[in-house]
């Protein structure tokens, strides 16, 4: 596609609940990133793929919360047991590289999570 | 550890100069990104510099100094469209750049 895509672009679940959100990347795009972002924050690092593999997901708060990338294209990040802290909105970056040389990333829309 | 340090909010003229200014405490520093945030809509890429030095690019332009752990976004001839969240990130050297953002400072252009 011409951008980074994430569905949905809203998501308002029940605590306790489990959730996934999508990220489909520009094609081509090898580094895949996941970002959470509160309100009035800049956007903070979970997880980074390279390919299929999780090359770094120091980022992720805890084992609630997994990332897959099995094709080594679209990205799914799961969410379970949703807790109110979680909500925040969830970014996708994508980039044409092997991230050694960092350039220019593009990020989607977003997935607005609200956990009720 | 990171330390990224920005103003949380500054306001400026339609048609003036403003500086946005961004400091760093990082080990193992490679280059420092300027990100622009509208309201509700996803970061979009600015500038990275990496070399110490003004980088301009149009009505931007980005300063780095690598020594000082500094670095400022000037923005000139201000426009109403330029009101928006300005990201600072540091990159880190490794097997990958990791990138780590600062709070962002909301900028609102005023008539």
């Known amino acids: 596609g011409a951008g980074v895509s994430q569905t949905p672009s809203n998501k308002v679940t029940e605590k306790g609940k489990y959730v996934e959100l999508r990220c489909d990347p520009i094609?081509?795009?090898?580094?895949l990133y996941w970002y959470r972002q509160s309100l009035g924050q800049g956007p903070e690092f979970l997880i980074y793929f390279q390919g299929t593999g999780a090359a770094d997901d120091s980022g992720l708060p805890n084992d609630r919360f997994f990332a897959v990338r099995p094709e080594g294209s679209v990205s799914t990040l799961k969410i379970q047991r949703t807790e109110r802290g979680d909500s925040a909105v969830y970014l996708c970056?994508?980039?044409?590289?092997?991230?050694?040389?960092?350039?220019?990333?593009?990020f989607g829309q977003g997935t607005r999570l609200t956990v009720v | 550890g990171q330390n990224i340090d920005q103003p949380t909010e500054m306001t400026a003229t339609e048609g003036a100069i403003v500086q946005i200014n961004c400091t760093y405490q990082?080990?193992?520093?490679?280059?420092l990104f300027w990100y622009q945030q509208h309201a509700g809509e996803a970061p979009t890429f600015l500038s990275y510099?990496?070399?110490?030095g003004l980088e301009e690019k149009g009505r931007f332009s980005s300063f780095l100094s690598r020594s000082k752990g500094y670095s400022y976004l000037l923005l000139k001839e201000l426009q109403m469209k330029d009101s928006a969240s300005y990201l600072c990130?540091?990159?880190?050297?490794?097997?990958?750049?990791?990138?780590?953002f600062g709070t962002g400072t909301k900028l609102q252009v005023i008539p």
């Open positions: 990130a540091v990159s880190r050297r490794g097997g990958y750049q990791k990138v780590t």
């Open positions: 990082t080990s193992g520093f490679n280059g």
């Open positions: 094609s081509g795009h090898t580094a």
């Open positions: 970056a994508t980039e044409n590289g092997q991230g050694a040389s960092r350039t220019e990333a593009f």
């Open positions: 510099n990496v070399l110490d």
